[in-house]
Every structure is written in C-alpha cells, then in structure tokens.
C-alpha cells in the first residue's frame, strides 16, 4: 500500500509521501538508541511538564487535527475534535498519576528477613526504544494511549502508522517536538509494512506494541518472539451486546445504535453482535432497527452527520463479501445491505437478523456498520452464544438483575464487561482483549508497566 491521504469520502489522492530509505531509517534508529540514555535519566516531574504541553497544544490544535483525521479516514469530524481530546485528558492522566503507578515497592519486611536481607524493593526501569505499529480507525488515541506511559515510563517511541494516515502520524511527531520533547523521544516512520521485521529485529529496539489485525499480529508476535522481545497486541474484536428482560429497552436500543456505528462501526471495541432474550427480542429489534435506519450517512465535515465513508475501498469490499455470504446462506436484512452509487467508500447502516455458525460473519469481524442480530431463550444461551466466538476483546450486558450480572462477569470470555452502557476506553482502567483479540493490556497501571523492567533491589544483612 502507498503511504499517501485518500480522501475516503471521494476517492481522490490528496499526497503522496515517499518512504525512509535505508540511510535515513539507521539515521532514527541510532538516534532513539543515544536518546534513550539520556531521557532515561530524567525525572517524572520533567517528562510530566512535557507530556502537559503537548495536552496543551493539542487542545489548540483540536479543529485542525480533527479535520486532518476526517480527511484521511472518513470519521465524522465531531468524533474527530472527540478523539483529540480524548487524548489529550489521556496525557494529563498518566503526567499526573505516573510517579505513583511506578513508585518503588516495598515487600513485606518479614519476607525480607526471611530472604536473608536488611531491605528490598522492586523498581520499574524503562527498557529503551519501543516499536508501534498502529492502524487506522483511531489515529491519534491508539497511538496516545501508547506513547503516553511510555514516555512517562523513560522509554523513546519508534511509531509505524498506517500507510493511509501519514499526515496524522507526522503531526504526532511535530506535536512532541513542539512541546519540548528531543527529536529522539518520539520519531514517526513513514515505512511500508514491509520494513517492520527488520525494524523489530534491530538489537536497539527493545519491544513492540501493535493494535491491528490477527495476520499482523501473528506476524509481530513470531519476530518478538524469535528475538525475545516483549510484544502487546490489541487485535480484533466481535463484541457481543446482551440484552435481558429486566433491561431499560429504549436506552439499550439507542446505545446499541451508537455501540454499533461509532467511527463509522470501524472500531475494535464496537459491539457487533446483538444476543437479545426472546421475551424483549421483538420490542427490542423493533427499536434498534429504526435507530440504524434513521441515522444520517453524508458528508463527514459536516457536523448532522452521523456515518461517514468507510475508510478503504478493500474495507468496503471485505465487508460486503460478508454481508452478501449471509444474504446467501438465508440471513435476513432488515435495513441497509445495499452499497450507493456515488464516489467513494460508502457502506449503509445494516442490520441482519437470523445469522447462523455457518456465515462467516458469525466467526469473522464486521469492520463497518453492520449488526447481526441472535435471539436467547434464556441466561445460558446467551452466554454461550456470546462466548462462540475466537474473538474476546469486550462485551456489553444490559440487565437490571444482580445476580445476571455476576453470572455474565463470572462466564464471558472478554477483557471487560460493560454493564447497561457500551464499552469505551478511559485511563484509569486497563484495556485488552484474550483469546484472538490479543494479551498484554494497554492503559492505568497495568499498561505503563508492560514496557519496563521490573527491577528486584536487595541488600544483604
């Protein structure tokens, strides 16, 4: 793929940028390796009055970054200015709480004493230059809530974006530097995908972080794990929404409408299949339906509009391909289903109802807006409906029975359960999925500690 902005709400090329050649990408490599000694040393109070500029500007430049992300990859802009100050709140978070979350610990005296020692602690050194690789679908957040405990941890950032949002990753650059970073904090490389095993190989960079697909996370995680290398992967996810009799239908039908087609439904954490008991399964449908039908699809500047563009032309095809295996296989469309006939990568709100193991949309990812609609007849057919997936990134439960939410908490199979509300990602709280959604957790404490070394300090009597 050529690293170059196609607008996706028209099809045009808007740049092209040529990619490092093999002088310049040594160049940034030795230049994160010499960087690393010297930031390493610094203090969290200095690495947080840096990472609190660069919140600072990024507020300021909130419209412009929006509008540049809209333009790459179709999101409507109003989630664009969302997304920047997402991130931002995101940079005062860890500049704020990163000394305590990797404060020294201290064991139990008696341990120590028992160990045979006068004191101990355990201390959390950074480990050097840490690779990301980053899609697409949320430009600056999947790469914020990365570099931010990252940075704050010691570690410098070697970012390889998506080929499609090469201004987005330039600005990531431009913003650190602007706030008092070194060069060599946080470096942007416009590489194919191709050059990513021989970056991960490179003796100087010490681990990997990828948020993606399953192929490139397989294909991550077999390098890392030939050079021993610590990796993080966030891959896909088939999110299950269970609704339950006890549920407030009207709000868990407008939640589901925005669960499904956030980013234009383009979004890990989207919930994608709707597992709904028979009791409510008809009122349910009934107000889901007219949600995703009644939603605004036009132009993503504009600020009415709800659903942009996909953000590929290969994505639009692949989630046809699912959509029209279903129709064969008998699933029913109860809106949308039909691509328009305009410029662009355009796909409809969709909803199919009667999927069953055989489709393939029951075991693959949907990556647009499109929901598939399962009905329940009681509490352990929704588990099981919901854990028949490879995928175990999140899941969403709506009930106002007690003992149905600890059931649902102790069986999903999914990094979290969201209960009577849709899944989103905040700071404070660890995010990762298990199974083929990925390991490693990224965010809160969990997440700044999975890129240093955990140091035992010990002292003799």
């Not at 010297?38 to 919140?55: M, P, Q, V, W």
């Not at 430009?139 to 950032?157: E, Y």
């Not at 995680?221 to 609704?243: H, N, Q, R, W, Y």
Request: with cysteine; glycine share 8%.
């Amino acid at each position: 793929m050529a690293i170059a902005t196609v607008n996706p709400a028209t099809g045009e090329t808007l740049t092209t940028f040529a990619p490092l050649d093999d002088e310049e990408l040594e160049r940034r490599l030795q230049l994160a390796e010499a960087t690393f000694r010297t930031y390493r040393t610094t203090s969290f109070a200095e690495r947080a009055r840096l990472l609190n500029r660069a919140a600072d500007l990024l507020d300021e430049d909130r419209d412009g970054i929006g509008r540049t992300m809209t333009t790459e990859m179709g999101k409507p802009v109003r989630q664009a200015r969302a997304e920047a100050a997402k991130c931002a709140k995101a940079m005062r978070w860890y500049a704020e709480h990163a000394a305590s979350l990797l404060a020294d610990e201290v064991p139990d005296p008696r341990d120590v004493a028992d160990s045979g020692g006068s004191r101990a602690l355990v201390r959390h050194r950074p480990l050097g230059p840490v690779l990301a690789v980053m899609p697409w679908n949320f430009p600056l957040w999947q790469v914020v809530r990365f570099a931010a405990p990252a940075l704050m941890a010691g570690n410098v950032c070697l970012l390889k974006h998506a080929s499609n949002v090469p201004r987005t990753a330039l600005y990531l650059e431009d913003l650190l530097r602007r706030a008092g970073f070194s060069e060599g904090c946080f470096q942007t490389l416009l590489v194919g995908s191709g050059a990513i095993d021989a970056v991960l190989r490179d003796d100087r960079v010490k681990a990997a972080t990828l948020t993606g697909s399953e192929p490139a996370g397989r294909a991550v995680a077999a390098t890392a794990g030939e050079m021993i290398k610590k990796t993080v992967l966030e891959l896909g996810g088939s999110d299950p929404f269970v609704v339950m009799p006890s549920a407030d239908l009207d709000r868990a039908a407008e939640t589901a409408v925005t669960a499904r087609v956030q980013n234009n439904g383009q979004s890990c954490i989207a919930a994608k299949r709707f597992i709904v008991h028979t009791d409510v399964y008809d009122a349910f449908v009934e107000r889901f339906v007219a949600g995703m039908a009644a939603l605004t699809v036009g132009d993503p500047m504009d600020e009415a509009t709800d659903v942009g563009p996909l953000a590929s032309e290969q994505g639009r095809a692949d989630l046809e391909e699912l959509v029209d295996d279903a129709r064969r296989s008998g699933a029913d469309v109860l809106c949308g289903g039909e691509r328009p006939d305009r410029p662009g990568w355009w796909y409809p709100p969709t909803v199919l109802a009667g999927v069953t193991r055989e489709m393939r949309i029951h075991r693959e990812e949907a990556f647009g807006p499109v929901a598939t609609l399962y009905r329940a007849g009681d509490l352990d057919e929704a588990v099981l409906i919901a854990n028949d997936s490879p995928f175990g990134l999140s899941s969403n439960v709506w009930t106002r029975d007690e003992a149905e939410v600890e059931r649902f908490v102790r069986d999903l199979e999914a990094g979290g359960v969201f209960v009577n509300g849709m899944t989103a990602s905040h700071p404070a709280f660890p995010f990762g999925g298990i199974k083929r959604s990925g390991y490693g957790r990224e965010l809160s404490g969990q997440g700044i500690r999975e890129f240093c070394n955990i140091t035992t300090v010990w002292h003799g009597a």
